[in-house]
């Protein structure tokens, strides 16, 4: 492994030129050796297939140069609007620190699960929803989202759970990652690991930046064009998942929808609440979002009321 020669991922990891020259000769030749051999093996399985060899050499191979150029260019970050951030989120941390000791009466840590155990469980006698699988009762997000329903401790430790790891992992984060030279920040993209054929991203990870509640917005509104005259652009399939369904189902209603360019979530929400197309209000769009997407991912009546907060005879 790469981290043999170099060390860990972290800042005491070395470049390759800090590497004695047999040692990188002995590892760039296994690499090129080992990548030949399973060449031969590979390429004739792939080679036998016209479609996969089309996508081989037509998509995957051609992006390997684009990905490259992206991973080379990086990103322009706001440091000083992350380090703003980064304080408001600190403030919030402690405010919601001593909200969480007045609901308990006594101070814990936040952060520890045997704490919380002991605390929700056995002093505050809450109900056990789940239990660990060496019996202890769960305090993992699920189980804290549907106490949330009823109790107000638990709520206030999702809130703190969430914040803190936005801000560890992002506002505290990002900057540092910053490049001296280039002043952007240089993530690698993972062309072949996902199973949707998507890309991923790592050190850091700017694929996984919150952006349903405000806070997580603040984080990407950092992520800035490179200077005068330039424009951040994004660019997204319009409802193909859905698109997909509708044609695999035959489903008049949604084929529709789509044919006649209505937006297919009101559609369904005017459906779901007998209502016309323009009586549908944002939250009920929204209910009927979570209901399109839950159906094609199979998700059942207790998981949709979980997520939309709503008891279980309605989902």
């Known amino acids: 492994p790469i981290e043999e020669l170099i060390g860990k991922k972290g800042k005491n990891q070395k470049t390759m030129r800090d590497v004695p020259l047999d040692k990188i000769t002995e590892y760039a030749s296994e690499d090129a050796d080992i990548t030949l051999r399973l060449h031969e093996v590979l390429w004739p399985k792939i080679a036998a ?42 403030e919030r941390l402690i405010e919601l620190e001593k909200e969480a ?25 809450l109900p056990i929803i789940k239990k660990t699988p060496k019996g202890a009762p769960s305090t993992a997000e699920e189980v804290l989202q549907e106490l949330a329903h009823d109790y107000p401790l638990p709520k206030v430790i999702i809130e703190h759970r969430g914040l803190s790891k936005l801000k560890s992992t992002y506002t505290d984060k990002l900057p540092l990652m910053v490049n001296e030279k280039t002043q952007r920040v240089h993530t690698s993209y993972h062309q072949a690991i996902t199973a949707t054929g998507r890309l991923s991203s790592a050190n850091p990870n700017l694929q996984n930046i919150p952006i349903r509640t405000d806070r997580g917005r603040k984080v990407r509104q950092a992520f800035i064009p490179r200077g005068e005259g330039y424009v951040l652009f994004a660019a997204d399939y319009s409802q193909i998942e859905l698109r997909l369904m ?14 006649n ?30 209901v399109n997407f839950g159906i094609i991912y199979g998700i059942s009546a207790f998981g949709l009321s979980q997520r939309l907060s709503i008891p279980r005879k309605e989902a």
């Open 49 to 90: 297939d016209e479609k996969l060899k089309s996508v081989f050499e037509d998509i995957e191979m051609p992006l390997v140069s684009v990905i490259s150029d992206i991973e080379r260019t990086g990103v322009a970050i706001d440091s000083n609007m992350l380090a703003a951030h980064s304080q408001r989120l600190g």
């Open 261 to 290: 360019g209505t937006d297919i979530h009101t559609a369904t929400a005017a459906r779901v609440y007998g209502v016309a197309i323009d009586q549908v209000d944002g939250d009920m769009r929204r209910k009927a979002k979570m």
């Open 101 to 125: 000791f007045e609901i308990a009466g006594e101070p814990f840590n936040l952060s520890s699960p045997k704490q919380l155990q002991v605390l929700l469980f056995e002093k505050l006698g």
């Open 246 to 259: 509708a044609a695999m189902s035959g489903d008049q209603a949604m084929k529709e929808a789509f044919i």
